[in-house]
């Protein structure tokens, strides 16, 4: 879903959310989820998932879609380079 529409999916009730597995749900004792999709300059890189035992406060999914941002455009200067690297040999 997120990889599809670009949206953010973050969660503080995967416990009987029928999107997640229940059982690896409760054995992990998992609270809270963010997925987030990792796009520079209209690009979809990729999509990073986190899980949580404790409910994810506003300041962490901040710092998380920070992190997002950040990791996004690493990705896309390593796919740039590769391509210049390709072009020169």
């Known amino acids: 879903m997120v990889a599809r ?3 953010p999916f973050v969660s503080n009730a995967i416990v009987g ?11 992990e004792r998992l609270a809270a989820v963010a997925i987030l999709p990792l796009v520079s300059d209209d690009t979809l890189h990729g999509v990073m998932a ?7 406060t506003d300041d962490v999914t901040g710092a998380l879609k920070m992190f ?4 996004a455009g690493s990705l896309a200067a390593h796919v740039a380079g590769a391509r210049g690297h390709r ?3």
Do not use: I, P, T, Y
């Open 68 to 71: 997002s941002a950040v990791a």
């Open 87 to 89: 072009l020169s040999a």
């Open 5 to 7: 529409n670009g949206e």
């Open 50 to 56: 986190a899980f949580f035992r404790v409910a994810l």
């Open 17 to 27: 959310d029928a999107e997640f597995d229940q059982r690896w749900v409760h054995k």
